[in-house]
């Protein structure tokens, strides 16, 4: 059955060849006829005859023009234009009818508006033509794009401000002035559409006042009012559809600049047409008829024969002739050898790309700056006095793109890293860390003092410079090249040096053993260098682990070896003989003592000192490390604040090692080395014996070590996301990681935990998360983000906060921090302070009555004055001590009020900022002392922080966590407090309310201090009674006016007070089961502005006390007070008026009480 198949499909293939053949004959006879074609005579040319084709007469003028319009009539308008009028086309319509109707200075302003729409339509329309420019918004291409519609913009806003003395249409035009500003979306990136929001709340804020002066006359500036607004809205649904995350550019377009440029102008459009083209040369009559027949006559013919051969079939082979095989080239020899190969065609060369001119070339302004703790050098050339003085050592210094120039570092720092530089020289006293250069050609450090690590990648011809001190130095080398390291000739005189080379390769042999079952490697005695570790076979620890690896009894754990040092270069061998700078050296192995047939119980006594301090231990009772286990502070840092990576390289010797030291065989060991370096008493408290289980504190130990070496590294790399990262996601988790984890061995920290995230380079990496996303957070349009880094940062620089060393903080450091902190503390609208909506009394609510809330909340129209007291979940998931945990996060208000009361109390800078004082108001006298100097941060311990971590593990969500029990924070609020309070300016803070966010960084506010003193009461509830009172919330749940004898707030409304030993009298089961108690408080104080009765309560659930303040008898108002206790005997929160309903934005600010020692 196949054969037939295989017979035809050979059939088809020569018919299909002899196709192609006939077809490759046709072209050939048409490139020659055309070629000759083209062989004409000059005097053919010259001397046409009668049958010659005359020129074609010139169009008319008018012919032209038409003619050239139709070539230049535009194309369809782009999407986004089309979406611009679609979306915009009717409510401009509409604003502008109604416009008309009102008239006069409405309408001329309407006129200016339709004018800037139409401005930003043609701006939308090039940039759906244009390329965008280098540089995006910031480029002067952009500005000068931008000019027309900015230009139409003022004219807009002029109006008002040239007619402010109309009184009936000033908030019209207000309305439309607070709110045309939302054209300058296009200048705004990633995210515009909130921008065009705001904008359009600000225009409500007026569109409101004439919606109340003519709801009840004319209904036609109602109706104005709507349409403006609506027209806002519309803007704010085309750019969030159409231009999500900023202006849509063309990426196949041409230059912005050169379509501007290049747009028609008037009068352009006349001018006289192209001339026509030659006539065609004159061919003979007769001669070009007959080429025509012939051309004609060939191509019929030929098409005719290919589809006569094609219909042939089998038939077409009959004339071919078969090829022996003295005719094949791959069976007769011969005719390989005297055939000669086509020489291929030679392939084009691609076309070169122009190098950019040396003067087009632009060159950055070189820069020495200190930035924090880092010190930045670039873009020096041929610059060799650069001197860096008055170190620090927490600092570090990077240079960067530096030609023929000398770096000088003076005193001792941390780190210094040189990359992409060439022919730069580098002299350093101390390091504490390391030096790093990396592609740097031709580069020369010489280091007059010590430095524990040098690291080079991808450099050649460098030079490295040794003093006596550094002589241990570890030298760690990358696809390096031509290295020289200059030692100090001993004896010799000062400056003399001998130049060895850095060695490149390293050779492995291979020795069969055992029959050729197994394979053993050994490296051959070369030059190593010291910091390499690489000791006698299956032995990488350091010199000062082996010297320590032996017993009392004399047994040697390890070889018998010899080694030679000379300089940096460092030999052990088994047998063999090497020349180092000159001199033969022959050494001599001795017999191995077996390591692999020591007991497991002596090998895991082994890694546990190889993982632990080589430095005098000592004994602390402010940790929960064992006695063993603890380091001298005063020595210099010990391995305690490092990781165990002496432990990793024990376990890479060989299998038996590893399978008896990974971490899965022995948990144990590496539980541990994490109580040895890690505070463990807090975790115990907290989260039972389960949490402090060998397998758990190994997992914790090694998830620890990962994220503090990543810290570190970002650090070094000045980056807190890796360009690596997947994706934005997964580098913003990655960052919430590692503050968590710092948060949490904070709120851990007795001792050892501060010093492993010293090590980390804590503070350089909170300095760097403010400079990448505190501050740049600020400067962008609108509100920063309620992110949780930024909560765990913040609380995470108060708790790292020295309060004395702000005194010495620069204006400028201060000015900025302020600046960042300024929404977070006065924008009270936009960040909560509680952990639950503040007007919920009892917890958690019920799901039904939570759905009707946030349903009658979303069918309640839009009003940004209308309060968001939704209850939200703020619970995050945080793998801690083996397992996962649910916490809230820390509220991102508090941490802001710390640093800036912190900041109001101990920096004198902050004070002269933005002061708000009048000196006529009782509130400028000092009439109440100025709190005393706190106890710092830093000096909590974590029993300090145990209430607060409850409450965040406890309070998750209002709708279904339990909370806390009633009577948790007893104790906690009776006392004398001292403190501030700060207040915003009144008509800053309305302006803000409106969505003007000039207010909020402009607008000065002020501060005052008060004293308080509480009073506690344990109320037991009787039946029926509810958590929270009966009165108001706005009143703390109290239906009477406060007593001015504070202890006659007992029990008013209330059930039985109890003494103050109830706790000490017995209670039964059944009893117990049916009480439930609230905690009230009562008391007095005094500020500034007089004396004042307070009362409240404390909210069971999370601890919240909620206090009213009035002044008596002076009726100064009435205040009231929401917050937590915190450690560090703190009290934190908010205070507003009570004139605003619950449901409604009202005047706030901050507070920061601290208790006043006994």
């Not at 190593?528 to 000791?535: Q, S």
């Not at 006698?536 to 754990?557: F, H, I, K, Q, T």
């Not at 948060?743 to 851990?748: A, C, F, I, T």
Request: hydrophobic residues 40%; contains cysteine; charged residues 20%.
């Amino acid at each position: 059955m196949s054969a037939p198949g295989i017979g035809n499909l050979g059939t088809l293939i020569k018919r299909l060849e002899a196709a192609t053949s006939r077809l490759e004959d046709i072209a050939l006879h048409q490139s020659s006829g055309a070629a000759a074609s083209r062989d004409v005579t000059p005097a053919a040319v010259a001397a046409p005859s009668a049958s010659a084709i005359p020129p074609p007469p010139p169009p008319p003028p008018a012919a032209a023009a038409a003619a050239a319009a139709a070539v230049e009539q535009p194309k369809d308008d782009p999407p986004a234009v089309k979406a611009f009028d679609e979306q915009l086309e009717e409510p401009l319509q509409e604003f502008q009818q109604l416009s008309a109707k009102i008239g006069g200075i409405v309408n001329d302003q309407a006129a200016a508006v339709l004018k800037t729409f139409e401005a930003q339509r043609q701006l939308v329309l090039l940039a759906a033509s244009s390329q965008k420019p280098a540089g995006g918004a910031a480029s002067p291409v952009f500005a000068e794009l931008l000019k027309p519609l900015q230009a139409a913009l003022t004219q807009v806003i002029d109006m008002r401000e040239k007619n402010r003395g109309d009184k009936q249409h000033f908030n019209h035009l207000s309305t439309v002035s607070e709110g045309i500003p939302a054209v300058g979306w296009v200048a705004v990136e990633p995210k515009p559409a909130p921008y065009v929001g705001e904008m359009k709340d600000s225009a409500q804020f007026y569109a409101n006042r004439v919606i109340k002066d003519y709801k009840d006359s004319d209904k036609t500036h109602v109706e104005w009012s709507r349409s403006f607004i609506k027209l806002l809205e519309a803007l704010k649904t085309y750019v969030l559809k159409t231009h999500t995350t900023g202006l849509v550019w063309n990426p196949n377009g041409g230059d912005a600049a050169a379509y501007k440029s290049s747009a028609p102008r008037g009068g352009a459009a006349g001018g006289a047409p192209p001339p026509p083209p030659p006539p065609p040369p004159a061919l003979d009559a007769s001669t070009g008829a007959a080429a025509a027949a012939a051309g004609g006559g060939a191509a019929a013919g030929g098409m005719d024969a290919v589809f006569g051969q094609l219909n042939q079939g089998e038939n077409i082979t009959r004339g071919l002739k078969k090829v022996d095989a003295s005719q094949m080239t791959h069976k007769n020899p011969e005719l390989r050898a005297t055939a000669a190969a086509a020489p291929a065609a030679a392939k084009a060369a691609p076309p070169k790309l122009a190098a950019k001119p040396a003067q087009l070339k632009a060159k950055k302004p070189p820069k020495t700056q200190l930035e924090g703790n880092k010190w930045t050098i670039e873009h020096h050339e041929d610059n060799r006095s650069i001197v860096i003085d008055n170190t620090e050592l927490n600092q570090t210094v990077n240079i960067f793109n530096c030609k023929n120039s000398i770096v000088q570092i003076k005193g001792k720092i941390n780190a210094v890293q040189m990359t992409n530089c060439t022919k730069t020289s580098i002299l350093v006293d101390t390091l504490v860390s390391s030096l790093e250069v990396t592609g740097s050609p031709s580069f020369a450090v010489q280091i007059t003092g010590r430095a524990p690590t040098i690291l080079l990648d991808s450099c050649d011809s460098g030079q490295i410079y040794l003093s006596d001190k550094s002589l241990d130095s570890e030298i760690i080398a990358a696809k390096c090249s031509a290295i020289n390291v200059s030692l100090p000739v001993q004896g010799g005189e000062e400056g003399e040096f001998e130049e060895l080379a850095l060695p490149e390769q390293l050779k492995h042999t291979v020795d069969a053993l055992a029959k050729g079952k197994s394979r053993r490697w050994e490296r051959s005695a070369a030059a190593r260098l010291c910091g390499f570790r690489e000791l006698p076979e299956n032995w990488p620890l350091s010199r000062s682990v082996w010297a320590r690896a032996s017993w009392g009894g004399g047994l040697s754990l390890c070889p018998t070896s010899t080694s030679v040092r000379t300089g940096l270069f460092t030999t052990t061998t088994t047998t063999t003989t090497r020349l180092l700078s000159g001199v033969a050296t022959t050494m001599e192995s001795t017999p191995r003592v077996g390591l692999l047939s020591l007991p497991p119980e002596i090998l895991d006594s082994i890694a546990g000192y190889a993982a632990l301090p080589d430095y005098p231990l000592a004994s602390s009772s402010s940790t929960s490390a064992p006695c063993s286990f603890l380091y001298d502070s005063s020595t210099r840092p010990s391995k305690v604040v490092t990781p165990p990576t002496e432990l990793h390289a024990l376990q890479l010797v060989c299998k038996h090692l590893h399978s008896l030291l990974n971490i899965a065989a022995n948990p144990r060991l590496y539980a541990r080395v994490f109580r040895s370096k890690f505070d463990t008493a807090a975790i115990g408290r907290r989260f039972g014996k389960s949490a402090l289980s060998s397998l758990s504190l190994a997992n914790e130990l090694r998830r620890r070590c990962v994220l503090l070496k990543r810290m570190r590294a970002c650090v070094t790399s000045s980056a807190l996301r890796s360009d690596d990262a997947p994706g934005l996601d997964e580098s913003e988790q990655s960052l919430d990681e590692m503050l968590w984890l710092a948060y949490l061995m904070m709120l851990e920290n007795d001792g050892l935990n501060y010093e492993q995230l010293c090590w980390a380079q804590l503070h350089s990496f909170l300095a760097l998360h403010h400079a990448s996303e505190m501050l740049d957070g600020a400067i962008q349009p609108g509100y920063p983000s309620d992110a949780v880094h930024k909560a765990l940062a913040l609380h995470l620089v108060y708790l790292l906060t020295d309060p004395e060393q702000l005194a010495l903080e620069p204006r400028s450091e201060a000015a900025e921090r302020l600046f960042v902190l300024r929404p977070y503390v006065f924008a009270a609208h936009k960040f909560d302070a509680f952990m639950a909506p503040w007007t919920l009394r009892n917890l958690p609510v019920s799901s039904s009555s939570a759905a009707e809330g946030e349903a009658a909340r979303s069918s309640t129209p839009t009003n940004p004055f209308l309060a968001d007291l939704t209850p939200r979940d703020r619970s995050c998931a945080v793998e801690h001590v083996g397992g996962t945990l649910r916490i809230a996060a820390p509220i991102l208000a508090q941490g802001a009020c710390f640093s800036f009361f912190m900041k109001v109390e101990k920096d004198p800078a902050v004070l002269e900022l933005a002061a708000l004082s009048d000196p006529d108001d009782p509130a400028s006298e000092p009439a109440v002392r100025q709190p005393t100097s706190t106890r710092p941060p830093l000096t909590l311990s974590s029993l300090d922080h145990d209430r607060d971590v409850s409450r965040l593990l406890s309070c998750l969500d209002a709708r279904s966590s339990p909370g806390l029990p009633p009577l948790f924070f007893q104790g906690m609020f009776e006392g004398i407090w001292e403190g501030r309070f700060s207040f915003f300016d009144f008509d800053s803070y309305r302006e803000m309310l409106a969505g003007r966010m000039r207010s909020l960084y402009d607008g000065p506010f002020g501060e005052q201090p008060q004293i308080w003193k509480i009073k506690e009461r344990i109320v037991r509830l009787a039946p029926g009674e509810v958590e929270g009172g009966k009165g108001s919330i706005l009143a703390a749940g109290y239906t009477s006016d406060p007593a001015v004898d504070a202890q006659e707030v007992g029990g008013k409304g209330k059930g039985k007070a109890l003494p103050h030993d109830w706790h000490q009298y017995p209670s039964f089961p059944d009893d117990d089961q049916r009480e439930r108690y609230e905690i009230l408080l009562s008391g007095t104080g005094h500020s500034a502005w007089g004396r004042f009765v307070v009362r409240g309560r404390v909210r069971s659930w999370d601890g919240m006390l909620i206090m009213t303040k009035e002044y008596r008898p002076d009726g100064r108002g009435k205040w009231l007070y929401r917050g937590y206790a915190v450690a560090g005997g703190k009290l934190v929160g908010r205070w507003r008026d009570t004139f605003t309903p619950d449901n409604m934005y009202g005047y706030e600010g901050c507070f920061l009480f601290q208790r006043r020692a006994a």
